[in-house]
């Protein structure tokens, strides 16, 4: 099914477009008990309690420690609801580097880092994180508008809350500031404003770096609403990625004490099989056997107590040989939506971006947000 594009071309940037973006609230850092930024001549400005937009007294330094304490942040002794840091010049946190404004506010049991930024530069810095920056240009250009509808989808769902997206894979990852030079602007800026809608509506555009060959339905992950735009499909494109096939082995006392830190105790583990699978034959029930008894485990649950980076997906096959668990897989993330490393085969095979999106989110059409 072709996407509509109206009178509008996929690759024609449109200026208003840009500036329609508007600004996303990014948390760089959340529920951290403290964070070191640094930078030249950074002005910290108190944000009062009850009005987080009435200012105090600024000073300047080049270095900031912000501390959480049992109500507030601290920041060189002194104490407020939330600060505002703000410079001529980037600000360092965590080894990268962002364009200022950075607030810090009092989150959770610690403290969140947030970082205020146009949509457009937010975009550029997720495909620095997300994507090599030599894959091909179409599937640069397909990735940033798909980052960007489900960042504009974050912002539209967040509410009140103080911070609309988060940098970490519970979201996107975000690389912060981009040097103009890298090919993530061109594709930024080629497709400034884009962004895919299923009647109308932005939707969240999940994707994932492998697919393994078949993409997910995300009511089997992620317990969503039906989302026509998020139809699985059998994805041949990637099969020259490093995660297409993989392989794991998990001693079964490691196994063990995984599955006890994760709230399944069956005692030492001695089988393990996949009981229900998904459409796309992903793990969607796996029953652990032990000394102490039998447990049925969501598939997700079991990769997120090993380890979403460990155990790549849950499209694997498992069984006990000796003493350790040996895993077979494919595939690298949740499997919804667009296949990274599938797009970037259809890239290379001369696939433009609006192909690629037609493909992963059938039946979506692509428009420009309508503002910030």
Known sequence: MRLLLGALALLVASPAAAVASGMIRVALVE????????????????????????????????????????????????????????????????????????????????????????????VAGVLRAETGERWPAEALRAQAIVARTYAAYQRSVAGAKPYQIVATTAHQLFAGRVSPTSPSWNAVQDTAGQVLRWEGELF?????????????????????????????????????????????????????????????????????????????????????????????????????????????????????DGEAAHFAGRGYGHGVGLCQWGAKGMAEQGHPARRILEFYYPGATLGFLDGG
């Open 204 to 320: 969240p555009a999940f994707y994932h770096s492998e697919s393994g060959g078949y993409t997910e339905d995300p009511r089997t992950v992620f317990a969503a609403r039906n989302i026509p735009a998020l139809k699985p499909v059998v994805c041949p494109f990637s099969t020259g990625s490093p995660h297409y096939y993989w392989s794991l082995d998990v001693r079964l006392g490691e196994l063990t004490d995984i599955l006890r830190k994760g709230g399944v105790d069956v005692g030492l583990v001695s089988a393990i099989e996949v009981t229900e699978r998904t459409p796309s034959l992903r793990a969607s029930v796996v029953t652990v056997r032990g000394t102490r008894g039998a447990v049925r485990v969501r598939g997700n649950d079991l990769r997120r107590m090993v380890g979403f980076e460990t155990l790549k997906s849950t499209l694997f096959a498992v069984a006990i």
């Open 31 to 122: 529920s951290a008990r403290a964070a070191d930024i640094r930078g030249f001549d950074i002005d910290v400005t108190p944000l009062g309690v009850g009005c987080p937009r009435c200012p105090g007294v600024p000073w300047r330094v080049d270095v900031v420690r912000a501390t959480a304490t049992a109500t507030a942040v601290e920041i060189d002794g002194r104490a407020a609801a939330a600060f505002r840091l703000t410079s001529e010049r980037s600000l360092r946190l965590n080894g990268r580097e962002y364009v200022a404004p950075l607030e810090i506010i009092r989150h959770g049991s610690g403290l969140a880092v947030i970082n205020e930024l146009p949509m457009e530069e937010y």
